[in-house]
């Protein structure tokens, strides 16, 4: 069965820090990775990344994805409150379209 | 990306009854998808919207508890139907980006409580 795990489930910073996600997935049909910011309900999209779009970045948020090694990592620099939310890891494959999610990471950023 | 807005943003209802919930786009747009948030836990697919004909749905989730409308390109609607506790969650709508078919754009969600 194709899954996502992301990794840590929750994670504590202060302002100002860095913080790493990690997602890392097994699927049959791979074809992009995602990367959501949630919020109250709506997820609201940051980054998607494929073969061809390995590596993206606005601003202090930046992403990777390692084909190889089957996962992505989200870098946010200088963490501010404001990135307090769960970030979610999502692939999609197969002819459906469907996105696939991970469980998420909560990030806490204290002043 | 599409203006996506849903209703109610809210509900508390009692179980055995029936919440309908609109999604709207403010573009026509191919791909709509419903999706379940429950407490504690990530995204999980309830169905794709097909306009004009009957919704796909994913393994776990039926026509019977989950009806789906979608009678154009700009609205579609999802009932949860004879509810019970365990349907208390986020329920939202997306679509997909004009850019990428992969990239989903999600709607504000609806959040039910069924006491």
């Known amino acids: 069965e194709d899954k996502v795990v992301q990794s840590p489930l929750s994670l504590v910073v202060h302002e100002g820090d860095t913080v790493t996600l990690n997602c890392s997935y097994e699927v049959t049909n791979f074809r992009s990775l995602l990367w959501y910011k949630q919020e109250k309900k709506a997820p609201t999209f940051l980054f998607m990344l494929?073969?061809?779009?390995i590596e993206k970045k606005s601003g202090r948020l930046s992403s990777i994805l390692d084909k190889k090694e089957l996962s992505s990592i989200l870098n946010i620099t200088a963490t501010q409150t404001g990135d307090s939310a769960i970030y979610l890891c999502?692939?999609?494959?197969?002819?459906?379209?469907?996105?696939?999610f991970g469980k998420g990471t909560l990030l806490t950023v204290n002043p | 990306s599409a203006v996506i807005s849903q209703k109610p943003s809210r509900d508390i209802c009692q179980r055995g009854t029936s919440l309908t919930i609109q999604c709207q786009v403010d573009s026509q747009v191919t791909m709509m998808f419903w999706y379940r948030q429950q407490p504690g836990q990530s995204l999980t697919l309830i169905a794709t919207a097909n306009q004009g004909s009957e919704a796909t749905y994913e393994s776990g989730f039926v026509i019977d508890k989950f009806p789906i409308s979608r009678p154009n390109l700009t609205f579609s609607t999802l009932t949860v139907s004879n509810m019970s506790p365990e349907d208390s969650s986020i329920y939202l709508c997306?679509?997909?980006?004009?850019?990428?078919?992969?990239?989903?754009?999600f709607g504000p969600g609806t959040r039910l409580t069924v006491l």
């Open positions: 494929t073969s061809s779009g």
């Open positions: 999502a692939y999609s494959g197969g002819s459906n379209y469907k996105l696939t």
């Open positions: 997306s679509v997909v980006g004009t850019a990428s078919t992969d990239t989903q754009y």
